[in-house]
């Protein structure tokens, strides 16, 4: 572990060992903007049904995209100490990856506020790959849900946070 590491933190936590939510009323409201993805992959049968929109539940790229944007709005009644925000914009995109046989999900959240938007964009991501999970389960039940991270941050005092 680095030094910088070791000096860290952890945010959620008061000196007792308490989970607190984070006091943001100090700091200036500012534009942020968070970028997660993830995938599932599936069997090539899958994908296929996927495209051709032949499962049996309805469109699956669709429903899941509803499913991503409703899950980033409701992200503070799932994760306990995460702060209610008001969402400027919410987009998740779902593209097929027929060569790794997987659906692709990327959410990117922006709000101008107090407080980032990482996790909005990461239950957005997670909520899209299991509603893809659940509509096709009944013809690929071996289906894996993988990579869901963080892939780009901007906006408040940490500044810009980028990886591929």
Same mark, same amino acid.
Request: aromatic content about 2%.
């Given at each position: @572990?680095?030094?910088?590491?070791?000096?860290?933190?952890?945010?959620?936590?008061?000196?007792?060992?308490? =989970? &607190?939510?984070?006091?943001?009323?100090?700091?200036?409201?500012?534009? !942020? %903007?968070?970028? =997660?993805?993830? $995938?599932?992959? @599936? *069997?090539?049968? #899958?994908?296929?049904?996927?495209?051709? !929109?032949?499962?049996?539940?309805?469109?699956?790229?669709?429903?899941?995209?509803?499913?991503?944007?409703?899950?980033?709005? !409701?992200?503070?009644?799932?994760?306990?100490?995460?702060?209610? &925000?008001?969402? #400027? $914009?919410?987009?998740?995109?779902?593209?097929?990856?027929?060569?790794?046989?997987?659906?692709?999900?990327?959410?990117?959240?922006?709000?101008?506020?107090?407080? /980032?938007? %990482? @996790?909005? =964009?990461?239950?957005?991501?997670?909520?899209?790959?299991? #509603?893809?999970?659940? @509509?096709?389960?009944?013809?690929?039940? /071996?289906? !894996?849900?993988?990579?869901?991270?963080?892939?780009?941050?901007? /906006?408040? +005092?940490?500044?810009?946070? *980028?990886? +591929?």
């Amino acid at each position: @572990m680095s030094k910088k590491a070791a000096k860290k933190k952890l945010t959620h936590f008061d000196d007792a060992g308490n =989970a &607190i939510m984070v006091d943001v009323s100090a700091k200036a409201a500012t534009p !942020r %903007e968070a970028v =997660a993805k993830g $995938s599932v992959y @599936m *069997e090539a049968a #899958t994908l296929k049904l996927i495209k051709a !929109r032949k499962v049996k539940k309805g469109d699956v790229l669709a429903v899941a995209q509803l499913a991503g944007i409703q899950a980033a709005k !409701r992200t503070p009644d799932m994760i306990p100490l995460c702060h209610p &925000i008001a969402l #400027t $914009s919410v987009k998740v995109d779902l593209a097929l990856d027929v060569k790794a046989k997987a659906v692709r999900i990327t959410a990117t959240c922006k709000v101008t506020g107090q407080t /980032g938007v %990482e @996790m909005e =964009a990461l239950t957005a991501v997670s909520a899209a790959a299991l #509603t893809v999970y659940d @509509m096709c389960k009944a013809a690929d039940r /071996g289906m !894996r849900i993988s990579d869901i991270r963080l892939v780009k941050k901007s /906006g408040g +005092k940490s500044g810009t946070f *980028e990886q +591929k």
